[in-house]
């Protein structure tokens, strides 16, 4: 599958922000998805992930309650809704997809990802 992210930009501080990952090649459906950052100078992180029907997530400490991701198999898309951004939710934000396992997205192991999309957030 080729994952395509998109929507990342320039926010303020407390500003919302929605970025987008569109899947081609395979449908979404037999995927679980994550999304991950990688900030300046930092290692990347997972930020969200979903399994293949988006009936579970799992979210980092830091985004939860503020960030939501939801995914629509009918469209081959992922999201990332993001609320109440902070400056240091500032980096290059990625997709990630797997049909072998949730874990493999969680442990940072998935197969496919997208070229990134940057997220600025200025205070």
């Known amino acids: 599958v080729q994952l395509q992210a998109s929507g990342g930009g320039l926010v303020q501080t407390g500003g919302s922000l929605r970025v987008s990952c569109a899947a081609s090649g395979r449908a979404l459906s037999n995927y679980y998805m994550g999304w991950f950052r990688q900030a300046p100078g930092k290692e990347r992180e997972l930020v969200a992930a979903?399994?293949?029907?988006?009936?579970?997530?799992y979210y980092a400490d830091s985004v939860k309650g503020r960030f939501t991701i939801s995914r629509d198999n009918a469209k081959n898309t992922m999201y990332l809704q993001m609320n109440s951004l902070k400056a240091e939710d500032t980096a290059v934000y990625y997709c990630?997809?797997?049909?072998?396992?949730?874990?493999?997205?969680?442990?940072?192991?998935?197969?496919?990802w997208g070229q990134g999309t940057k997220v600025t957030v200025s205070s």
């Open positions: 990630a997809a797997d049909d072998r396992s949730y874990g493999a997205v969680i442990s940072d192991a998935a197969e496919s």
């Open positions: 979903i399994t293949m029907s988006g009936s579970s997530s």
